[in-house]
């Protein structure tokens, strides 16, 4: 399978917990994104990746939440001192500097106790 | 400001009509126009986008859409509904206007679309 893969596919944790998600982008796309959706929305931008560099955040992306993509190849998105109010699916989407497409991942599901 | 309206949360059809999902949109400048599926528990799964040229765009799974700049509209429709498009679909678009957001999606909330037998 050659499409965005995510993981974990689902990950409980206890309010306060610190959780990491992993995104690996379709190979040859140098471009990623960081979506969160919750229940009854549609997804909503986090975070920007062109290659390595991180271009964008959006102010949802508050200090308890990081990004990285170190060698311009998967990504980690990092969220510390989780609240319930964090509960969503993360998406992760890639696209290519040659189409405006964004193919998303499956999604990692979070719940927050 | 960028915003995607789906003004209806659901639509019901039988199987064998036609399907229409609305969605309007509004941005500063220039819209790429996208439609996405979203099946339960599952990420988002590309179905068409509108960039420039032919107003009426073609997509997967017998899918097409019809983008109109005066209405500021992007409608995804199927001549003929099947079962198995039963899902959550989302309309997005892109701000192409000079300065905007680098590739940031604005998503609409979604509509629920069953087509019953």
Redesign the interface.
Known sequence: DTG?S?NPRHKITKRGQNVTFRCDPISEHN?L?W?RQTL??????LT?F?NEAQ??K?RLLSDRFSAERPKGSFSTLEIQRTEQGDSAMY?C?S?SVHT????????T?LTVL | AQSVAQPEDQVNVAEGNPLTVKCTYSVSGNPYLFWYVQYPNRGLQFLLKYITGDNLVKGSYGFEAEFNKSQTSFHLKKPSALVSDSALYFCAVRDMSRGSTLGRLYFGRGTQLTVWP
Do not use: H, I, K, N
Request: charged residues 20%; proline residues 7%; hydrophobic residues 20%.
């Open positions: 965005v995510q471009r994104y979506y009854g929305q549609g997804p909503e931008f920007y062109q271009l964008e959006s998406l989407a696209s405006d497409t964004q193919y998303f991942g499956p999604g599901r």
